[in-house]
């Protein structure tokens, strides 16, 4: 996916960001739904040859993780989606999430989808960086 593709998605998330949202969904095993608050789902899909990032209506029947690297994103990235940034129309995005407040409360973590073709790449990091999980 091209960095102004991805860029021309991302204008549907603003002004509503920070966004409260909802469980995530895994319709497959290289594919992160995350519905927002509010009739938006940010999809995230990692499949080479062609991942993309999409902002559509709706949000998409639960689903359970395919993946460890699933399961961690979703018990690792359970805070509001607090900001969604395209550093200089690059292919690649960083989400930021809020702390969790949940039965066991977690750490505020980053999501880094490099979108670039056969290379891509989920990457979760923690507050200071560190890479705590990969797809």
Do not use: K
Not at 38 to 48: A, F, I, K, M, N
Not at 81 to 106: C, E, I, S, Y
């Amino acid at each position: 996916m091209e960095g102004l593709l991805i860029a021309e998605q991302l204008r549907l998330l603003a002004g509503r960001l920070p966004a409260e949202r909802l469980p995530w969904r895994f319709p497959d095993g290289r594919t992160a739904s995350l519905p927002l608050v509010g009739d938006l789902t940010l999809q995230l899909v990692s499949r080479p040859p062609a991942p993309y990032l999409r902002v559509q209506a709706g949000a998409p029947e639960g689903s359970r993780p395919h993946t460890p690297f699933q399961e961690q994103l979703r018990a690792r990235a359970g805070g509001a989606l607090l900001a969604v940034t395209q550093p200089q129309r690059d292919r690649v995005v960083r989400l930021a999430f809020a702390a969790g407040a949940g039965f066991v409360p977690t750490p505020p973590v980053e999501l880094v989808a490099e979108l670039t073709g056969r290379n891509a790449n989920l990457i979760l990091l923690d507050e200071r960086g560190v890479i705590i999980g990969v797809e």
